[in-house]
Nanobody, 120 residues
Framework: VQLQASGGGLVQPGGSLRLSCAAS????????MGWYRQGPGKQRELVAA???????NYGDSVKGRFTISGDNTKNTVYLQMNSLKPADTAVYYC???????????????WGQGTQVTVSS
């Protein structure tokens, strides 16, 4: 199983970016996908997550600015980030809870990380 993230970059404060993450490989089902981030000198924190049923969860610092969505047919999750602030600067990691077979339990998988820098 692989998670391929894309869409990071440099943006000015107040700007927008859209991240994408696609899961591929031997996948029986995906329970949830989401995004975490780790800023310089900080611990990794939840940004947003979405279940296969469409339920969402957001970190307090991004509520009202970020929107997570998913496409179950493509095993892909998106993160629309608006009104970006310098405090959003971090490496963003895609996460997915995946079952590879009907008889196996879920495992956490992580993407390689994509850098988001918010600076003027």
């Amino acid at each position: 199983v692989q998670l391929q993230a894309s869409g990071g970059g440099l943006v000015q404060p107040g700007g927008s970016l859209r991240l994408s993450c696609a899961a591929s490989g031997s996948i029986f089902s995906i329970n949830a996908m989401g995004w975490y981030r780790q800023g310089p000198g900080k611990q990794r924190e939840l940004v947003a997550a979405i279940t296969s049923g469409g339920s969402t969860n957001y970190g307090d610092s991004v509520k009202g600015r970020f929107t997570i969505s998913g496409d179950n047919t493509k095993n892909t999750v998106y993160l629309q980030m608006n009104s970006l602030k310098p405090a959003d600067t971090a490496v963003y990691y895609c996460n997915a809870q995946i079952r590879r077979d009907w008889y196996s339990r879920e495992y956490d998988y992580w993407g390689q990380g994509t850098q988001v820098t918010v600076s003027s």
